[in-house]
């Protein structure tokens, strides 16, 4: 959910125009890569009108296809919030696919774990841990509820956290809270949860660039402007002929129908929109609803996704979000998204402490007004990952409740801290 500091860069336009690219696959031999699918259908087009969009279809004939095997050559409508609402049930929406090249596979309901279902293999590695990288955050230390950030400390630890892969969490090319990171496996295989603001469209663009163009899953928690406004941006300018070469083999998701966010998270609905429009001009086989207990397997990481989407009585929008658990050469990193305090606590009923337990963990809604403190004792983490601009940071404003948090990870003795009010944080 944006708050202060934040631009809606789609606010008050219509959104029209051209819509997402296909991103296909390079026929090949690598496991993680998907198979060339056409979607030129009828029920591709009839996906695209129950998703608002009214699309005609041009086929761009190249000779390898990464973004843009097709483009929407025109948008004439997006659904608004007066025409006829569906009557399917707006909590269901149907997987596109199930099954995906990275070998997903299911895990019985309500299966708890204090291991990775498939850890994979530890490949080590000599890396050291960069903190506060191409930042301009304070010279400190400066202490804020007993909590130094990694960015603020005059000596770097220099153990290995990742073996040999590498997380990076983005801080907002403007003064905004975002969740946008990359986790790089040690085979170089790409990761991106989330991807914060339209405006940070460009940057994030070029940050895939430099690690090879190949994104082999794309996990979004849920469909707010802050996460997934830089993969809407991307996929429009795709669409619109501006060529990046990144490949992605597939989205991860779960959305419920353009109507739920009309009626429950009205302040979204504009993003939520655009980017289910945008999807319906995808090829199938990269979309992927996710369910709980499903597991994504890219190289040895692990993904497994922890909750379906939630239906609670308030905070609707970021209380539907989907959380995800990493596990990376034998570490854990648990993304929370924007989860609020009634979904964490059926999170919690529904994964038990055991469950939730994690090395690292991204702090819910920025670190202020997510999931409460008996959520954060079950994860007991040794590393905080704090996605919070420094007005955030220094709780600006009396709604925001980040003294609060870090009255509470204090009380956990958590050492290690990196904040994106330092600037982008590298851990390795």
Same mark, same amino acid.
């Given at each position: 959910?944006?708050?202060?500091?934040?631009?809606?860069?789609?606010?008050?336009?219509?959104?029209?125009?051209?819509?997402?690219?296909?991103?296909?696959?390079?026929?090949?031999?690598? &496991?993680?890569?998907?198979?060339?699918?056409?979607?030129?259908?009828?029920?591709?087009?009839?996906?695209?009108?129950?998703?608002?969009?009214?699309?005609?279809?041009?086929?761009?004939? $190249?000779?390898?296809?990464?973004?843009?095997?097709?483009?929407?050559?025109?948008?004439?409508?997006?659904?608004?919030?007066?025409?006829?609402?569906?009557?399917?049930?707006?909590?269901?929406?149907?997987?596109?696919?199930?099954?995906?090249?990275?070998?997903?596979?299911?895990?019985?309901?309500?299966?708890?774990?204090?291991?990775?279902?498939?850890?994979?293999?530890?490949?080590?590695?000599?890396?050291?841990?960069?903190?506060?990288?191409?930042?301009?955050? &304070?010279?400190?230390?400066?202490?804020?509820?007993?909590?130094?950030?990694?960015?603020?400390?005059?000596?770097?630890?220099?153990?290995?956290?990742?073996?040999?892969?590498?997380?990076?969490?983005?801080?907002?090319?403007?003064? &905004?809270?975002?969740?946008?990171?990359?986790?790089?496996?040690?085979?170089?295989?790409?990761?991106?949860?989330?991807?914060?603001?339209?405006?940070?469209?460009?940057?994030?663009?070029?940050?895939?660039?430099?690690?090879?163009?190949?994104?082999?899953?794309?996990?979004?928690?849920?469909?707010?402007?802050?996460?997934?406004?830089?993969?809407?941006?991307?996929?429009?300018?795709?669409?619109?002929?501006?060529?990046?070469?990144?490949?992605?083999?597939?989205?991860?998701?779960?959305?419920?129908?353009?109507?739920?966010?009309?009626?429950?998270?009205?302040?979204?609905?504009?993003?939520?929109?655009?980017?289910?429009?945008?999807?319906?001009?995808?090829?199938?086989?990269?979309?992927?609803?996710?369910?709980?207990?499903?597991?994504?397997?890219?190289?040895?990481?692990?993904?497994?996704?922890?909750?379906?989407?939630?239906?609670?009585?308030?905070?609707?929008?970021?209380?539907?979000?989907?959380?995800?658990?990493?596990?990376?050469?034998?570490?854990?990193?648990?993304?929370?998204?924007?989860?609020?305090?009634?979904?964490?606590?059926?999170?919690?009923?529904?994964?038990?402490?055991?469950?939730?337990?994690?090395?690292?963990?991204?702090?819910?809604?920025?670190?202020?007004?997510?999931?409460?403190?008996?959520?954060?004792?079950?994860?007991?983490?040794?590393?905080?990952?704090?996605?919070?601009?420094?007005?955030?940071?220094?709780?600006?404003?009396?709604?925001?409740?980040?003294?609060?948090?870090?009255?509470?990870? &204090?009380?956990?003795?958590?050492?290690?801290?990196?904040?994106? $009010?330092?600037?982008?944080?590298?851990?390795?």
């Amino acid at each position: 959910m944006r708050q202060r500091g934040q631009r809606n860069w789609l606010g008050g336009m219509l959104v029209t125009g051209l819509f997402a690219a296909s991103i296909m696959s390079v026929p090949g031999t690598d &496991s993680n890569m998907v198979r060339d699918r056409s979607f030129l259908s009828d029920n591709g087009l009839e996906a695209a009108e129950d998703a608002g969009m009214y699309a005609a279809y041009l086929p761009v004939k $190249k000779s390898s296809f990464f973004l843009t095997e097709y483009i929407a050559s025109e948008v004439t409508q997006l659904r608004s919030p007066g025409q006829a609402e569906s009557t399917e049930n707006p909590n269901q929406m149907s997987p596109v696919s199930t099954q995906t090249s990275q070998g997903t596979g299911q895990m019985p309901s309500g299966t708890q774990q204090t291991a990775a279902p498939d850890p994979g293999t530890n490949t080590g590695g000599s890396r050291v841990i960069t903190a506060g990288q191409d930042g301009t955050g &304070s010279v400190g230390p400066s202490i804020y509820g007993n909590i130094i950030t990694e960015g603020e400390k005059q000596v770097l630890p220099q153990d290995v956290i990742l073996g040999g892969a590498s997380l990076t969490l983005f801080n907002s090319r403007g003064d &905004s809270q975002i969740l946008s990171a990359i986790l790089q496996t040690s085979q170089g295989s790409l990761i991106v949860i989330d991807g914060g603001l339209g405006e940070d469209g460009d940057f994030l663009r070029s940050q895939i660039q430099a690690r090879g163009s190949h994104v082999a899953a794309w996990l979004i928690t849920h469909p707010h402007g802050d996460h997934v406004g830089a993969l809407y941006k991307i996929l429009q300018d795709e669409a619109a002929g501006i060529r990046s070469g990144i490949q992605i083999d597939g989205i991860y998701y779960s959305f419920a129908d353009p109507e739920w966010y009309t009626n429950n998270d009205s302040s979204e609905q504009t993003m939520a929109h655009a980017i289910i429009g945008s999807f319906s001009g995808l090829p199938e086989a990269m979309l992927n609803t996710v369910t709980r207990g499903q597991t994504i397997q890219v190289d040895d990481v692990t993904i497994q996704v922890m909750n379906d989407r939630y239906e609670t009585g308030s905070d609707k929008g970021n209380n539907a979000g989907i959380v995800y658990k990493l596990w990376v050469n034998g570490k854990s990193i648990l993304f929370l998204g924007d989860m609020a305090e009634e979904g964490g606590q059926r999170l919690l009923a529904e994964n038990g402490s055991d469950g939730l337990k994690s090395d690292i963990v991204q702090m819910a809604h920025h670190g202020q007004n997510g999931v409460g403190e008996d959520v954060y004792r079950a994860i007991n983490p040794e590393i905080c990952l704090w996605p919070t601009p420094g007005w955030l940071w220094d709780n600006v404003g009396s709604k925001y409740r980040t003294a609060e948090t870090k009255g509470w990870i &204090s009380r956990l003795n958590v050492q290690r801290h990196y904040c994106t $009010k330092d600037g982008d944080q590298v851990i390795r």
